[in-house]
């Protein structure tokens, strides 16, 4: 189970940090991704961490301003979010995959997905 929290209303240039508790899993290695989805567009991939490892991933217009991190010790993952601007706009979403991270960060690779956090820039 995915469960997102943290969105909410904020001003351009200014900062959030979204959560994405994990529960349920029994493994130790797994990657878990941060998308959004705006209204008309399709589900894009932000940040991708993997679980057990270093590795993380971000697509371009994210790069410098997002940050993805792990606490193992509370089963959640983070998306620090600076210098946000009215594109960030969107609904959050984290979603879990057993085994490695994909660079290409596509949805289709995603087996579990939470119910999404709100993120609004003004």
């Known amino acids: 189970q995915l469960v997102e929290s943290g969105g909410g209303s904020v001003q351009a240039g200014g900062s959030l940090t979204l959560s994405c508790l994990v529960s349920?899993?029994?493994?130790?290695?797994?990657?878990v991704t941060w998308f959004r989805q705006a209204p008309g567009n399709e589900r894009e991939g932000v940040a991708a961490i993997y679980i057990g490892g270093d590795s993380t991933y971000y697509a371009d217009s994210v790069k410098g301003r997002f940050a993805i991190s792990q606490d193992n010790g509370k089963n959640t993952v983070y998306l620090q979010m600076n210098n946000l601007k009215p594109e960030d706009a969107a609904m959050y979403y984290c979603?879990?995959?057993?085994?490695?991270?994909?660079?290409?960060?596509?949805?289709?690779?995603?087996?579990?997905w939470g119910q999404g956090t709100q993120v609004t820039v003004s």
């Open positions: 349920g899993r029994t493994d130790t290695k797994y990657c």
């Open positions: 979603a879990l995959r057993t085994g490695g991270c994909l660079p290409t960060m596509m949805m289709t690779d995603y087996n579990y």
